[in-house]
């Protein structure tokens, strides 16, 4: 069982920028392609971004290309979501997940989940 526990949410203006985080508590983390998902109520989980098990390969949502950067340091356990020069639309509870593909953009792929955490952006 791995334990995903986010943070580095919180409230910040459009055009700011915040760092998400993200540590693993499983050792077998580097065996796993990770992801990060947002939600707002009424509505499904979205793809952000991802990355493979080796921090090679990344994709993102075209809503957030050019902002946002996947990362990771495997021997932390950790990944991490830079976001910069957000916009109200981003506002949601972003969860990062592990998946025990190398690499996956698909929600039904990912089989841990953290709990999330809040990102406000006010105009």
């Known amino acids: 069982q791995v334990q995903l526990v986010e943070s580095g949410g919180g409230l910040v203006q459009a055009g700011g920028s915040l760092k998400l985080s993200c540590a693993a508590s499983?050792?077998?983390?580097?065996?796993?392609?990770m992801g990060w998902f947002r939600q707002v109520p009424g509505k499904e989980s979205e793809f952000v971004a991802a990355?493979?098990?080796?921090?090679?390969?990344?994709d993102y949502a075209d809503g957030v290309k050019g902002r946002f950067t996947i990362s990771r340091d495997n021997a932390e356990k950790m990944v991490y979501l830079q976001m910069n020069n957000l916009k109200p639309e981003d506002t949601a509870v972003y969860s990062c997940?592990?998946?025990?593909?190398?690499?996956?953009?698909?929600?039904?792929?990912?089989?841990?989940w953290g709990q999330g955490t809040q990102v406000t952006v006010s105009s």
């Open positions: 499983d050792r077998t983390f580097g065996t796993l392609g």
């Open positions: 990355i493979s098990r080796d921090g090679v390969r990344t």
């Open positions: 997940a592990a998946s025990p593909m190398s690499y996956a953009t698909f929600a039904r792929s990912y089989v841990f």
